[in-house]
Every structure is written in structure tokens, then in C-alpha cells.
């Protein structure tokens, strides 16, 4: 079944069976691999890719499911080639990553809390990724890592939009991609 996917701001041609799913389509016919396959049953959060701008289990849903929606993967919060997200540099920073097989969920789930809330409280931030299993045990990390990423968000950013941090976010992914470039934190 011939359909088309747009996959990180580009519309992508696919050629799937229909019960494949999205994460076998994304891996495996598009070569984005940053999405992991976990348990493979919507529970750890490993194959977490944003749809519309809200994280959801990209193992639980066939490809032909996304026909309509903005599909984005970590390979899409680049700002660039080689380049990092503000949030992906601070979960790095803060040591957020740990073995990083769980990392691209989280950071994926973070960005989609960050848009919607631009001072998340800490509790707001574990319910967030909550749904997202870190086999490391290491949540202190990448809620610190959440934290250091909306102050820098907030820093970064001082013409807010009436409606709120989703403008915030997009003004401050380039500031982010500058100060990777030499223009520190």
C-alpha cells in the first residue's frame, strides 16, 4: 500500500504492508532509527514519536494510522546537521543520557511538555514522563535534565507570545544551535 508520511517537516513516499507499523516503517523503509524498539507493547515509551506535537507509541500504531498527521522523530528536533536541541544538549549536559536507549523517548516527550508549559513544576515533569521507562533507574538525570532545559528555555527567551511557550520554544532551538556554536550557555 503506497501512502505518504510527513516525517519531520518532509512529505516521505512509503511503500507498506498494511499492518506494518509506524516504528518498523520509520527504522526500517525511512532509515530514521532513532526510535527504539522496546517492549513492543506501548508500555516503556522506548518507540515515542511526536504526532501533532504529542508523544505517542509509534509500535502500537500502523504506518497507513499516521496518513495525516506531522510526524516527528528525534532525528527532527536538530536545528541542523550536527547540531543539538536545546533540550537533546541538556539532557547531555546534565548527564540525562545514561546508556541513551530510553533517551530519545524522553527527550522526544520533554519537548512536547516544554511547548505546552514553559516553567513545568517538577511534579508536572514526572507525570510527563512517566509513561516513558528508564531501565538505568537514573530519573534524577533526566529530570534534571528537563528542568536545566526549560530555565535555559526561559533564559533565552525574552519576547514571550500571547500564547504561551510554543513560540518560546522555536525563537530559543536557534539561539540553542548559536550558542553550540561558540556562544556558550
Request: charged share 25%; proline share 4%; glycine share 10%.
Amino acid at each position: 500500500m503506497k501512502i505518504i508520511l510527513k516525517v519531520n517537516d518532509r512529505a516521505r513516499d512509503v511503500n507498506v504492508e498494511p499492518r506494518k507499523t509506524l516504528l518498523d516503517t520509520l527504522r526500517e523503509d525511512l532509515a530514521l532509527v532513532g526510535s527504539h524498539a522496546g517492549c513492543e507493547h506501548g508500555v516503556c515509551g522506548a518507540c515515542t514519536v511526536l504526532l501533532d506535537g504529542e508523544p505517542a507509541r509509534a509500535c502500537l500504531m500502523f504506518a497507513v494510522q499516521a496518513d495525516g498527521y506531522e510526524i516527528t522523530t528525534i532525528e527532527g528536533l536538530a536545528p541542523a546537521p550536527g547540531e543539538l536541541s536545546i533540550v537533546q544538549d541538556a539532557f547531555c549536559e546534565t548527564h540525562g543520557l545514561q546508556c541513551g536507549y530510553c533517551t530519545p523517548g524522553m527527550i522526544l516527550t520533554a519537548h512536547s511538555l516544554l511547548r505546552r508549559e514553559a516553567n513545568p513544576t517538577r511534579e508536572e515533569i514526572v507525570d510527563a514522563i512517566s509513561a516513558n521507562i528508564c531501565r538505568c533507574t537514573g530519573y534524577g538525570q533526566i529530570i534534571e535534565a528537563v528542568q536545566f532545559a526549560a530555565e535555559r528555555l526561559r533564559k533565552a527567551n525574552s519576547q514571550r507570545s500571547p500564547t504561551g511557550a510554543d513560540a518560546d520554544l522555536q525563537d530559543v532551538e536557534a539561539v540553542g544551535a548559536n550558542a553550540l556554536h561558540g556562544g556558550g550557555r
